[in-house]
């Protein structure tokens, strides 16, 4: 079933369920006892109409079967958005058809979305060239200016080909935007829940698709920004093997620190996210003085070591309870599995997967 197989990340609730008493229509005090003696026939039973029949379950999500559906269902919702850029990238979160994905290029080449989902699909893709990557890099980096992602797109190309000078200059000038680390999760999600809607896909299924089927897509970016530890690694490495000054160690790694805290910071910050965010603060902060004060936090590097550990910590145990969490998901009603999903959206699915244990652990006391 659908449910079982993309339940992955979604959230949990307790139904709440009341009996309705019968007790008024045993007692017709309206009538005298000879009334009562007097009546032979009893009043007719209403009849009540038929339940309508449970609704078949749909394919499950990610086979071709599923892809048919989706497109059937929601042909009416993008066509009336006029196929716009949003509705194409939703279809394309459905169905994995790659025409869907290029309409959507061709179409609005400028919109920041459709470059960011163009870079997760060719950046996993052993077919797609450097230059086709580049194109949407330099897209990207044009249609969103202010969010460091495409820069670390083009650190990403640049560690690639081995070039560590480009690779060093974009993760500097990714450091220096205001914006934040930006995969547009919550915007397609958003996208997503009203197209499995106007497309009559039950409730508790549109939750749990609009999550997944988004979430799915922009994953390559997540794991994607923490191959850039890479680059920090080959630099320390040649710094050691060169015989780097401390000072040269120590730049490096305050460079490290900004790029984790920009991970740290991402809108709509996954478990993936924060627990690269944290892997790469303890590591950077290692290679710092500690006597060294940390930005404007008015601690040295050893005291936010430190706090970073313990935040590593409690991370890496949330990961271990987040299968638990994701089994007991499966019973989830519909209504908290949406309290879920907008919390996820909101603030982030660390955030909901911490309400999912405290609901599972307050369930089983």
């Given at each position: ?32 006892p ?114 460091p ?19 060093r ?63 920090f ?51 950077f ?11 404007n ?49 909101l ?19």
């Amino acid at each position: 079933m659908t449910r079982k197989t993309i339940s992955r990340g979604l959230a949990i609730a307790v139904v709440l369920a009341g009996l309705l008493g019968l007790s008024r229509w045993m007692r017709p005090t309206s009538l005298p006892p000879v009334a009562l003696m007097e009546s032979k026939t009893p009043p007719p039973s209403k009849v009540l109409p038929a339940s309508p029949a449970p609704a078949p379950p749909l394919p499950v999500f990610g086979t071709a079967a599923f892809a048919a559906m989706a497109k059937e269902r929601g042909a009416a919702w993008v066509g009336g958005r006029n196929r716009d850029a949003v509705s194409l990238l939703a279809l394309w979160d459905m169905t994995d058809d790659e025409n869907v994905l290029r309409e959507a290029a061709e179409k609005f080449p400028g919109n920041p979305q459709v470059c960011l989902a163009m870079l997760n699909h060719l950046f996993q893709k052993e077919t797609a060239t450097d230059g086709e990557k580049q194109h949407w890099v330099g897209r990207m980096i044009a249609a969103d200016p202010e969010n460091p992602l495409g820069l670390l797109y083009q650190a990403r190309l640049a560690f690639k080909n081995n070039d560590m000078t480009a690779a060093r200059a974009a993760l500097e000038s990714a450091v220096q935007k205001k914006g934040r680390i930006n995969h547009y999760l919550r915007e397609r999600m958003v996208t997503a829940k009203e197209g499995l809607l106007a497309s009559g896909v039950p409730l508790q299924d549109t939750y749990q698709l609009s999550m997944t089927g988004p979430m799915r897509k922009v994953s390559e970016g997540f794991s994607g920004t923490g191959s850039i530890a890479g680059i920090f690694k080959k630099e320390l490495e040649r710094l050691k093997g060169q015989n780097g000054t401390p000072e040269e160690k120590q730049e490096l790694a305050e460079l490290g620190l900004k790029v984790a805290e920009q991970q740290r910071l991402t809108e709509s910050p996954t478990l993936m996210t924060d627990l690269i965010a944290a892997n790469w603060k303890t590591k950077f902060l290692t290679e710092i003085n500690p006597e060294t004060e940390i930005g404007n936090t008015g601690r040295n590097a050893a005291q936010e070591l430190e706090l970073a550990l313990k935040a590593k910590d409690q991370l890496s145990e949330l990961l271990k309870t987040s299968s638990a969490a994701h089994t007991y998901l499966q019973s989830a009603p519909a209504e908290m599995m949406g309290q879920y999903a907008d919390l996820a959206m909101l603030k982030g699915e660390t955030a909901a997967l911490q309400f999912l244990i405290e609901a599972m652990e307050k369930s089983n006391r």
